[in-house]
C-alpha cells in the first residue's frame, strides 16, 4: 500500500499529511521514549520485512503489514515505528517515495494506531486478547486500506481505476492479517503474557 513519487496526488492532501505527521510523531514520541526498546525493534523489524513478502497480482500487487499486531505490541509507540520502517523501506529498498513518505505514513500508522486502541480499550485482560487482537488487526489493515484508497482517489479520474482495483486486492489481505495476529497474540498470551501487557498507552 505504498504511494510512490509522481502519483497524481493534491499537493493540499500532501502537505496537509505532512502536517498531520509531524503532529502525529510529536505525539507519539514520549510513548516510544518509555517503551521497551527490544519490543520496539523486534515489532518494527516484523513491520518492514512483512511489507517485502509481495505476491503480484497483474499490474500491482500486494502484501502483508502486520499493523495490527505493530499496535497491539506498542500501543501509541507504532507510529514511530511505522515511520522508521517506511523510512528504511524507502532509503534501502526504494519502496514509496520521499514526497510521499508524510501521506504513506498517515495511512498505515492511522491503521496501527487504531489497531492498538481497539486492543488496549479492555487492559489488561489476556483471555481475550486473540479475539481482540484479531478484531484490532481488521479495525487497523481496513482503516490502512480505507485511507490509502481515498488518496488514490484524491487524484481524480486518473487513478479511478487503479484504486478500486487495488482496494478490492487488497481486502483479502486484511482478513489475513486478522487470522495471523489472532493466532500470534494467542502464542504470546500463553507462553509470554507481558508483552501483551499495556505498553504506551495508544
Known amino acids: 500500500m505504498h504511494i510512490t513519487d509522481g502519483t497524481p496526488i493534491p499537493p493540499a492532501l500532501l502537505v496537509g499529511a505532512g502536517c498531520a505527521a509531524a503532529a502525529l510523531t510529536a505525539w507519539t514520541l514520549p510513548a516510544l521514549g518509555r517503551a521497551s526498546p527490544a519490543r520496539v525493534a523486534g515489532a518494527t523489524s516484523v513491520f518492514f520485512v512483512a511489507s517485502q513478502l509481495a505476491f503480484p497480482i497483474g499490474f500491482t500487487s500486494v502484501h502483508l503489514s502486520f499493523l495490527g499486531l505493530t499496535g497491539v505490541l506498542l500501543g501509541r509507540a507504532a507510529w514511530p515505528a511505522v515511520l522508521v520502517g517506511l523510512f528504511l523501506q524507502r532509503a534501502l529498498l526504494g519502496h514509496g517515495g520521499w514526497t510521499t513518505l508524510p501521506l504513506n505514513c498517515c495511512t498505515m500508522g492511522l491503521g496501527a494506531l487504531v489497531a492498538a486502541l481497539v486492543f488496549h480499550v479492555r487492559r489488561p485482560d489476556v483471555r481475550g486478547a486473540p479475539l481482540r487482537a484479531g478484531l484490532a488487526a481488521f479495525a487497523g489493515g481496513a482503516v490502512a486500506l480505507g ?42 498470551a500463553r507462553v509470554q503474557p507481558e508483552l501483551l501487557a499495556p505498553g504506551p498507552p495508544p
Open 147 to 188: 485511507l490509502y484508497g481515498a488518496a488514490l482517489l484524491s487524484a481524480g479520474d486518473a487513478l479511478e481505476q487503479v484504486a478500486w482495483v487495488c482496494l478490492v486486492l487488497h481486502a483479502p489481505v486484511v482478513i489475513v492479517e486478522l487470522l495471523v495476529t489472532a493466532q500470534a497474540v494467542a502464542y504470546l
